[in-house]
């Protein structure tokens, strides 16, 4: 029982030998491709790295805020305790706001950044492997 296997014609036909012919004479710059891939390797370690340093400061921040608020919590326990004041209390709500305002600034700054490190890096590998860019080099 014979079957036509078209895989088998393939393979004992020189169609590989073209394929592979027509592969090697694409525009495609192997070495661009490879520049461009170390490239993005090198972007993305860095973008590690900035994430890395900001959430150190993110964590260093949220600890700052964390001994304030229980410092002024104290204070105010101690003060309301002793003389009845609530200003206090609201002076140390107002403070816990902002330090949540600051770091949410921090993690907007960090995203910003690593974003726009990422995005650039992008278009870099675009521009480089693309065969318009070939093509307008030659022109």
Sequence with gaps: ??????FSTFFTND???????????ST??????LEANRKN???????QQIGLQN??????KQMEIVAQF????????NDILCEGKTEVIQSSYKKAMSNFEDISKIIKDANKKTSRLLKEQSEDS???V??????????
């Design 1 to 6: 029982m014979a079957h036509n296997n078209p």
């Design 15 to 25: 169609k590989i030998q073209e394929t592979l012919e027509k592969y090697q004479s």
């Design 28 to 33: 495609l710059d192997f070495g661009a491709f």
């Design 41 to 47: 390797l090198q972007t993305l370690a860095k973008a």
């Design 55 to 60: 959430a150190q400061a993110l964590t260093n």
């Design 70 to 77: 229980i410092q002024d919590q104290t204070n105010a326990t």
């Design 126 to 128: 675009q521009e480089t």
């Design 130 to 139: 693309s065969p318009e860019t070939d093509n307008k080099a030659s022109a």
